[in-house]
């Protein structure tokens, strides 16, 4: 999470979304990083609603809004199996090593997930008290001119982002039943993306 005080803009950082690369790009630029641990890092709406925010209003800070990026729902989900298939995960809870996207994604879709699977929801991390979210700026991941534009605009800087915290490549692709499974179970977030702006 970034905290750019006089721009009046906090960008909450969704996992696996690119946010290591936008932190790289725009961290010296802000007034307040959290940085370390992700747990900090990642912080969901809800919380900075609910511990953070109040915390920069007694600061002063007025009028603060928020932005963040999502991802499509079934490329986020490759983006996490891809991350934990990953060398130093194999025998851990965590590792996707030896189940197929298929299976990591059914797993996904149950009410609770084994941990491999347990990768949380986009929709839920920008929820605002288990409604839609208050979000004042929600961008597509695949956009990432409009993005860029967005910040450049709002922050007056110039950005070049890198790839940071990049996912192994590997060739992905679900079943057409597992697809609809996943759109079932999971609809706020491919509602969320739907809305973003692209």
């Given amino acids: 999470m970034l905290v750019f005080w006089n721009e009046k803009l906090v ?36 919380r900075y609603k609910r511990f953070v925010l109040p915390m920069l209003e007694k600061a002063g800070a007025e009028g603060l809004q928020t932005v963040a990026v999502v991802r499509h729902p079934i490329d986020w989900l490759s983006s996490w199996y891809r991350y934990r298939n990953r060398d130093d995960l194999v ?24 941990p491999f699977a347990n ?3 986009q929709a839920k991390f920008l929820a605002a008290n ?13 956009a990432q001119p409009k993005l860029i534009e967005f910040l450049e605009t709002r922050l007056n800087v110039k950005l070049a982002l890198k790839e940071l915290n990049v996912s ?15 759109q079932h179970t999971n609809a706020a977030d491919f509602a969320l993306w739907e809305a973003a702006q692209h």
Wanted: net charge negative; proline share 10%.
């Fill in 11 to 46: 960008f909450l950082a969704v996992p696996k979304t690119g946010t290591t690369a936008i932190e790289g790009a725009l961290a010296p630029r802000a007034q307040a990083v959290f940085r370390d641990p992700p747990i900090l890092k990642h912080t969901p709406y809800y």
């Fill in 130 to 142: 288990n409604g839609p979210t208050k979000c004042d700026y929600v961008f597509r991941y695949e």
């Fill in 168 to 182: 192994p490549r590997m060739e992905v692709s679900l079943l057409p039943e597992v697809e609809a499974l996943l």
């Fill in 91 to 114: 025998g851990s809870k965590n590792s996707t090593r030896g189940i197929t996207f298929d299976e990591f994604v059914v797993e996904y879709c149950e009410e609770k997930p084994a």
């Fill in 119 to 121: 990768v949380g929801s």
